[in-house]
Nanobody, 129 residues
Framework: QVQLVESGGGLVQAGGSLTLSCVASGRTFSTYGMGWFRQAPGKEREFVAA????????GYATSVKGRFTISKINAKNTVYLQMNSLKPEDTAVYYC??????????????????????WGQGTQVTVSS
């Protein structure tokens, strides 16, 4: 069983930055493929960013590419989402997610929410104009 706990959300002005953190329980964090998704009010959950279990490959939604960066520190069982140049349309609940990447290549990352088995409770990010 893997538990994911997000933190770092909050209220920020447009153009500002936030860093989200997600701490995972379990001793096999290095084998997990990790991702961040978000859900705005009245909208479906959408993919934001993903990181392969090996940490060498990343993927981003077009809307955040160049502004957001996903990374992880295995020794801390933590994945991060650095968000710069935030826009009001980035306002959403952000979720951390993980899947067991042991059956995938070291460079594989998932962009579909259905690929992820473990989910955090979410952290609210609000960007004011």
């Amino acid at each position: 069983q893997v538990q994911l706990v997000e933190s770092g959300g909050g209220l920020v002005q447009a153009g500002g930055s936030l860093t989200l953190s997600c701490v995972a329980s379990g001793r096999t964090f290095s084998t997990y493929g990790m991702g961040w998704f978000r859900q705005a009010p009245g909208k479906e959950r959408e993919f934001v960013a993903a990181l392969s279990r090996g940490g060498s490959s990343t993927g981003y939604a077009t809307s955040v590419k160049g502004r957001f960066t996903i990374s992880k520190i295995n020794a801390k069982n933590t994945v991060y989402l650095q968000m710069n140049s935030l826009k009001p349309e980035d306002t959403a609940v952000y979720y951390c997610a993980a899947f067991d990447g042991i059956y995938y290549s070291n460079s594989y990352y998932g962009t579909d929410a259905d690929e992820y088995y473990y989910w955090g409770q979410g952290t609210q990010v609000t960007v004011s104009s």
